[in-house]
């Protein structure tokens, strides 16, 4: 029985060992019966957390645009260790998650009205919801507006990226829970 959960489970979409475990706890699978399954799993490479969490950050980056911190977050919750994750991660570099970040916004910017402040703000918060750190998040939108037209350039000629990155990261220390 605990076999068929798992093999159903696999046929939906590659699962975690993680994942796999929580359905069988679910269905009362004892844990000693879906360790052993789940250990046979591995050995023949039906569960394989490594490539699922590198096809997860390929498949979630190009397709969502999400970044690195975002990604950890979802592998995380999925039960991919945290060593497999930063591998996994490690293939997706600062320069290819720039670029991401300012062909979102670009898309973005095509339907985007008002004012250039507001325009920015509401650009930087899809990019911060995302998971970009503001540095990248500010410079992304910054030179957007500065190609897309007179007003949005002389407003973006305006911003210091770096001192925006840097207040955005104090606040984020000072939010912080203390321990």
Same mark, same amino acid.
């Given at each position: 029985?605990?076999?068929?959960?798992?093999?159903?489970?696999?046929?939906?979409?590659?699962?975690?060992?993680?994942?796999?475990?929580? /359905?069988?706890?679910? =269905?009362?699978?004892?844990?000693?019966?879906?360790?052993?399954?789940?250990?046979?799993?591995? #050995?023949?490479?039906?569960?394989?957390?490594?490539?699922?969490?590198? /096809?997860?950050?390929?498949? =979630?980056?190009?397709? =969502?645009? %999400?970044?690195?911190?975002?990604?950890?977050?979802?592998?995380?919750?999925?039960?991919?260790?945290? @060593?497999?994750? $930063?591998?996994? %991660?490690?293939?997706?570099?600062?320069? $290819?998650? /720039?670029? $991401?970040?300012?062909? %979102?916004?670009?898309?973005?910017?095509?339907? /985007?009205?008002? @004012?250039?402040?507001?325009?920015?703000?509401?650009?930087?918060?899809?990019?911060? =919801?995302?998971?970009?750190?503001?540095?990248?998040?500010?410079?992304?939108?910054?030179?957007?507006?500065?190609?897309?037209?007179?007003?949005?350039?002389?407003?973006? #000629?305006?911003?210091?990226?770096?001192?925006?990155?840097?207040?955005?990261?104090?606040?984020?220390?000072?939010?912080?829970? %203390?321990?």
């Amino acid at each position: 029985m605990a076999r068929e959960i798992c093999l159903r489970q696999l046929a939906v979409r590659p699962r975690t060992r993680a994942e796999l475990a929580g /359905a069988l706890a679910k =269905r009362g699978i004892s844990e000693q019966v879906s360790a052993e399954v789940l250990d046979r799993y591995d #050995e023949v490479g039906i569960i394989d957390d490594a490539a699922f969490a590198r /096809a997860w950050v390929s498949s =979630r980056h190009s397709g =969502r645009g %999400l970044a690195r911190r975002a990604l950890a977050n979802e592998l995380r919750r999925k039960g991919v260790d945290g @060593e497999v994750a $930063t591998e996994a %991660l490690g293939e997706l570099d600062e320069e $290819t998650e /720039a670029e $991401t970040a300012r062909a %979102l916004v670009d898309r973005k910017l095509r339907t /985007a009205r008002g @004012e250039p402040d507001a325009v920015f703000r509401r650009l930087v918060g899809m990019l911060a =919801r995302k998971g970009y750190p503001p540095g990248v998040a500010i410079r992304a939108v910054k030179d957007a507006l500065a190609a897309q037209s007179a007003e949005a350039a002389e407003f973006a #000629e305006q911003i210091d990226a770096d001192a925006l990155a840097d207040a955005e990261g104090d606040l984020e220390r000072d939010s912080r829970p %203390l321990d």
